[in-house]
Structure formats: structure tokens, C-alpha cells
T-cell receptor, first 113, second 114 residues
């Protein structure tokens, strides 16, 4: 079956521009996570959605970052006024529930010039 | 707050030798522990997980890990390394109540020498 998909796969943007990253989770998965992977930094938790509950936004690094999940399915991570330190691979994962296996997407590589 | 420490960002072993990747966690509540693997140019996938019950957990590709509460450790082992085990390995922790956010370690890149 289809896995988690993310788009775009690569994004190059100028400093100060806004970007939107999209995640299509596996159908039926109620939990959705966003992570940021920087070289030597491992995976940094950003935000977690579970069903209709309020998301856990505690990992968002600044108010320039926001995310939404529409209809309990597709999610969009928005970064406003991008900075060079935002350059990283942004990973999305989904799971049947919060303690179940997370299935990761291929990621979006963001480069801010 | 929860945290994960992976000792050794790079580990090299000879083919056929024991693989030992170290993970220590910090958690004020009973933890749920995971190992994920990222093969070159592939997405992360689950190797194994500990939730409750048996403290020795077996995963895919011959890997296993043992939850040791007294040592706050969840080290990953494999008796005999294969070339195909070369990858980056991540330990992660979450908890069974409250928020289910996952904290990942910084990863250990395993190199297998012929």
C-alpha cells in the first residue's frame, strides 16, 4: 500500500521567504508527527497531531513555525520569514496510534540561501 | 523531561563481529523505548520497541535490545554484523501517558568493515 508521502522533495528558498511543506500520511493513521533532521543533530521533534485533539506544539522552535492538519489527514508545515538556520530535512511520520510504529516519509530537504 | 543519549556518533565493526550501540534515557515515568534505522538513501524504519513485559526485545534483521531500568539503558546488539547493517541508528523514548511526543537521540552511524 501507499506509504507516507511528502512534497516537495527539495526546496530552495531565499532568506525571508515563506515556505509550505506538505505531508500525506497513510490512510487511517490518526497520529502524525513532524521532525527536523539536521546534520549531527538527530531528529528534533516539532509537532504532534492525534485525532481531533489539540496538537502538541512544544517542539516548534519559534513562532515562525506553524502546522495544521486538515480533516485528520493531510498536514502542512509552514515556515515564515525563513532563516539560514532553518535549512534541514523535514520529516513527517504517521502511525495508527501514539505508541504504534511510526512510518516515515522520505522528507523534504529545505535549503535557505 | 525526557531525554536520550547515544554514546558514539560513529561505530565501526568488522563483518562477523558483535554490534553494540549504546542508548541511555532519562524519564520520570515508565518509558517506551524504540530503535529506528535509516539505511542510506532510505527513510527511517522501526527495528524494535519496548513497551511493557519482557525486557529483552527482538527485532528485525537479528537485532535485539534489553531494557535495563536500573541502568536506564536500552542498548542495541547483534551477534554478528553483516555488510548490509551499515546504516544510521536512532534510539527514541516516549511515555505512556500525557503527551506522546518522541525524543530521539542524535544517532549512531554504523560502519561494517570487510
Amino acid at each position: 500500500g501507499a506509504g507516507v508521502s511528502q512534497s516537495p522533495s527539495n526546496k530552495v528558498t531565499e532568506k525571508g521567504k515563506d515556505v509550505e511543506l506538505r505531508c500525506d500520511p497513510i490512510s487511517g493513521h490518526t497520529a502524525l508527527y513532524w521532525y527536523r533532521q539536521s546534520l549531527g543533530q538527530g531528529l528534533e521533534f516539532l509537532i504532534y497531531f492525534q485525532g481531533n485533539s489539540a496538537p502538541d506544539k512544544s517542539g516548534l522552535p519559534s513562532d515562525r513555525f506553524s502546522a495544521e492538519r486538515t480533516g485528520g489527514s493531510v498536514s502542512t508545515l509552514t515556515i515564515q520569514r525563513t532563516q539560514q538556520e532553518d535549512s534541514a530535512v523535514y520529516l513527517c511520520a504517521s502511525s495508527l496510534g501514539p505508541l504504534e510504529v511510526q512510518y516515515f516519509g522520505p522528507g523534504t530537504r529545505l535549503t535557505v540561501t | 523531561a525526557q531525554s536520550v543519549t547515544q554514546l558514539g556518533s560513529h561505530v565501526s565493526v568488522s563483518e562477523g563481529a558483535l554490534v553494540l550501540l549504546r542508548c541511555n534515557y532519562s524519564s520520570s515515568v515508565p518509558p517506551y523505548l524504540f530503535w529506528y534505522v535509516q539505511y542510506p538513501n532510505q527513510g527511517l524504519q522501526l527495528l524494535l520497541k519496548y513497551t511493557t513485559g519482557a525486557t529483552l526485545v527482538k527485532g528485525i534483521n537479528g537485532f535485539e535490545a534489553e531494557f535495563k531500568k536500573s541502568e536506564t539503558s536500552f542498548h542495541l546488539t547483534k551477534p554478528s554484523a553483516h555488510m548490509s547493517d551499515a546504516a544510521e541508528y536512532f534510539c527514541a523514548v516516549t511515555q505512556a501517558s500525557g503527551t506522546y511526543k518522541y525524543i530521539f537521540g542524535t544517532g549512531t552511524r554504523l560502519k561494517v568493515l570487510a
